[in-house]
């Protein structure tokens, strides 16, 4: 054998840094996915509840056969669970509305009710009361085939569409999703279509079929709600509804104005399928160009892959590129890269400027200057999406700069005249906070208003202080009032956009750390939410929480530790040891083991697994994944990490 000596260790490269070689391999990943026209776009999941009413919807306008069945098939089977249920959130223990719809997917889909499967589905159902506990929306989608009665169902008054946009109540103080869902309601719930060939469903009643009792209750209002409903439904039966033509012919007329030349409504597919029934209901030709505007966005948001058909609730390019476009700075590349600057480009083109949306009708002296969610989404800019967009604008040097910091002053703007009394801001309306309309039987989703909350306040205080953008000094000191008082007694904040605790806390400390002022509350409340987030790592150096927190406050901040909470975590203390530099002891091995963490789960292509849900739709009734969650918040997070280490 023959020797050969080593060569001399200073001729040798010095050995990669773990750290720098997984922000490497995950900066790669990220830029692969770039769009060349600028742009990400992941896929948003959700629960099969999309799908079985898209599935519903072709029956509804006989096109059925459009439908590739055993590919809906196969994604449906393919998303039951041992349980015999389907989930609203990964691991979550399967739900019974989804499952009744899941159920009835199949059986359109020619599946027999003695298959393995159904059985198996049948029972989850009948132990959690059959069809009659489901809710209003699974209700009335198997109304539509004759698997449910149209009678069982609240009423919808057409005349609701003819009260005062500013009077003590009008369609706009709904949501903008329940709004959007609800108005072409008024006219299908009106109509009470009912489309062959129907389905027998009465396997899934756990008492008389075509009974439905509503539970018991206690509360006062929801008690008069009830019996309101009852004279609004004795009206209807004896054609005694006040204005109801006129009522009806508003509601076509408000659907018709709020579809995007794209064939959106809303941006989401409920707003979209909803609109899509009632224009069948009011006889609309299959070939009028307002439907078959509103196939094509549908086609949109569907994904075939890998031997499926599925539907996404809604698409998130503009999120996913502000994201992606921070994430990517946090971790070093230079802010002059032509890729960031070609997203920065896109991003720009995509600022609403011209149409004033539902926000206006109550921000009437506001101007626009917001973005929406998705590719095209004008009615509807949202105030996490224009806050977040003017953060990536301010971390790139773009070219054009003039025209940059006109847009994020126009932005701004427009959040600021989007602030709610109590001083935060919700996400897509002004003081739209009616609180009793969930107490209404038609809104046993609990998501008919959407208030000021801790984490869309956030990150509007997060935009000033990390951009430089000026907000008028009282909106301010009024918005920091809000978020610190929003601070629970544990030191938590509430997430109602992300998975729950650990998202709202991670968000109030990336706010609260670089806000430039030393008031000594302030400091309290960030180290409280950094001690909070420190007592709930798990034992593998992670952070996890489910979405059974929304449920059971007791399980806040726990849960298998997922790549996008564990960065969430991190992100949370580094901005609290950022503020305040003397505790970097105290959060200095949490953060290293969060660290550990993501260098550890890495993947090879620089990506990271996470089949959990970290993403909220509605608190308790609606969740999702957004799948470059996964990358771009663990990016940032490392970056940041890098950069703290790089200063220390």
């Not at 609290?576 to 993947?603: M, N, S």
Request: hydrophobic share 45%; proline share 6%; net charge negative.
């Amino acid at each position: 054998m023959t020797y050969s000596p080593q060569p001399d260790a200073s001729a040798l490269a010095p050995l990669p840094d773990p750290l720098d070689d997984a922000i490497a391999r995950a900066t790669d990943a990220l830029f692969e996915l770039q769009d060349p026209a600028g742009y990400w776009w992941a896929e948003l999941q959700s629960n099969v509840t999309i799908t079985a009413e898209v599935l519903l919807l072709h029956h509804v306008w006989n096109r059925f056969d459009a439908v590739p069945h055993a590919r809906a098939e196969a994604y449906l089977r393919g998303e039951q669970r041992d349980h015999g249920g389907w989930e609203l959130a990964y691991g979550d223990g399967g739900e019974l509305s989804t499952t009744v719809e899941a159920y009835c997917a199949l059986r359109m889909l020619g599946v027999s009710r003695d298959d393995a499967a159904l059985v198996r589905a049948r029972a989850f159902i009948l132990a959690r009361g059959g069809v009659a506990r489901s809710r209003v929306f699974t209700k009335m989608h198997l109304a539509l085939i004759g698997a449910y009665p149209w009678s069982a169902l609240p009423s919808i008054p057409p005349w609701l569409m003819l009260l005062p946009d500013r009077g003590p109540f009008s369609i706009y103080d709904l949501s903008s999703w329940a709004r959007g869902s609800t108005v072409p309601l008024t006219i299908l719930f009106d109509r009470k279509p009912v489309y062959g060939p129907t389905l027998d469903l009465s396997e899934l009643w756990a008492g008389e079929p075509g009974v439905d009792v509503a539970p018991p209750t206690n509360d006062p209002l929801e008690r008069a709600f009830r019996v309101l409903d009852g004279i609004f439904r004795t009206q209807e039966r004896a054609g005694a509804v006040p204005f109801r033509r006129a009522g009806l012919r508003r509601a076509e007329r408000w659907i018709l104005e709020r579809q995007e030349a794209t064939g959106d409504w809303g941006g989401i597919i409920p707003a979209m399928l909803n609109s899509m029934l009632a224009l069948r209901a009011l006889g609309y030709d299959p070939h009028d160009p307002v439907v078959a505007r509103g196939w094509d966005a549908i086609e949109i948001f569907t994904v075939r892959e890998r031997g499926q058909y599925r539907v996404q609730p809604c698409i998130s390019p503009v999120w996913d590129t502000a994201l992606a476009v921070r994430a990517l700075v946090d971790a070093g590349v230079d802010p002059a890269d032509p890729r960031l600057a070609r997203a920065v480009s896109w991003l720009l083109v995509k600022q609403i400027v011209h149409v004033y949306g539902d926000w206006n009708v109550k921000n009437a002296t506001g101007e626009p200057g917001g973005w929406a969610f998705e590719f095209e989404n004008a009615w509807y800019p949202d105030v996490d999406d224009t806050a977040m967009v003017v953060m990536a604008l301010g971390a790139v040097a773009h070219p054009e700069t003039p025209r940059v910091r006109g847009a994020m002053q126009r932005a701004t703007n427009w959040i600021a005249g989007m602030q709610c009394k109590p001083g935060g801001w919700g996400a897509f309306d002004v003081d739209n906070d009616k609180g009793w309309l969930n107490r209404h039987p038609y809104g046993d989703l609990k998501a008919m208003i959407d208030p000021n909350t801790a984490d869309v306040t956030a990150r509007v205080l997060e935009m000033v202080a990390r951009t430089g953008v000026t907000l008028d000094g009282e909106r301010f000191a009024r918005a920091l009032d809000y978020l610190l008082a929003e601070q629970e007694r544990d030191g938590a904040w509430f997430g109602r956009w992300g998975v729950n605790y650990v998202y709202g806390t991670s968000g109030a400390l990336a706010a609260l750390g670089p806000t430039r002022t030393g008031e000594r509350r302030i400091d309290e409340a960030v180290v409280r939410g950094a001690v909070w987030l420190k007592s709930v790592q798990n034992g593998d150096g992670g952070w996890g929480e489910t979405t059974a927190s929304y449920v059971d406050p007791a399980r806040r901040g726990i849960g298998p530790s997922t790549a996008s909470q564990t960065a969430w975590a991190i992100i949370g203390l580094i901005a609290c040891v950022e503020r305040l530099p003397a505790l970097g002891d105290a959060f200095a091995a949490a953060i290293d083991r969060g660290v550990a963490f993501l260098l550890r789960t890495q993947r090879a292509d620089g990506n990271w697994d996470e089949p959990e849900f970290t993403g909220t739709g509605f608190p308790g009734h609606f969740y999702l994944n957004y799948h470059q969650y996964r990358l771009h918040f663990p990016l940032s997070a490392l970056g940041r990490y890098a950069a703290l280490r790089s200063s220390s």
